[in-house]
């Protein structure tokens, strides 16, 4: 398949098969077959249709929704309204298609079902990251993700203009509570990480979870990491672990951290504001995908 890919596609293609994640998604609603269409529509006939936008929000998945039509049929033709990352508004529509009515009519729900959530998500990412500007935090996700789905909702994050925290287990080394818990400590917890990396011969950030001030002071004093996460600190202790670490290492702030909050956060001066419920609590954005008369 011939098309064009952003950013993330190109990263993250080789730990996410697209091709097979749209065969899973049609066994399972296809099964063996979609009796209503294939009774009423056609086996040749062609027709057209548009997504259209039922609600104010930030578009997201139109590439997406690109790759999953091409894959389907390479003769569908799909043109683009809106890119992703786009404002978009009630009543616009964000691309329109031409093909097989059959194959367009059994593929809406699995289009929907996926540009609904990536749109929610670009639209809660977007609110939350406009309400940190005039600092350099930039609003990350977690691992907080659907089984199966990662893929997508972190794409969706980066349209929404945040960005990413570690894909998985794998590309990231990050100390939690009970890592430091079932090593004996916060500094034996790094040695071991960076002990493993020698041995392993793989380069890989390290992050270390702190749970207070003294944890701070203690991964100071030991070194070895490339961030520091501040967990649950309130926004007067984070000021004070940044003041601190004065710019040795990477902050993030984690914990709590809603829309009512996230600006006293990040006038703390930290780097990275990360957030669970950008993508395991969002709404979907309202779309429809609607035939057309031409």
Known sequence: MKTIMNDFVKFHRKHFNLRQFISNAFKEDIGDGDHTTLSIIPKNQKGWMQLLI????IIAGVEAAELIFKLIDKKIKFKKVF?????????QAAFIIHGNTQKLVMSERLILNIMQRMSGIATKTAHLQSLCKGTKAKVIDTRKTTPGFRFFEKWSVVIGGGANHRYGLFDMI???????DFAGGITEAIDEANSYLKRKKKKLSIEVETRNIEDVKTVLKHGGVQRIMLDNFTPEQTLQAVKLINGKYEVESSGGITEKNISAYAK???DFISIGALTHHVNSLDLSLKAMKH
């Open 83 to 91: 890119k992703d990352g786009d404002k978009v508004k009630k009543g």
């Open 268 to 270: 703390c001066g930290v």
């Open 54 to 57: 039922k609600e104010d929000g």
């Open 174 to 180: 990050l100390i939690k509570d009970n890592h430091i």
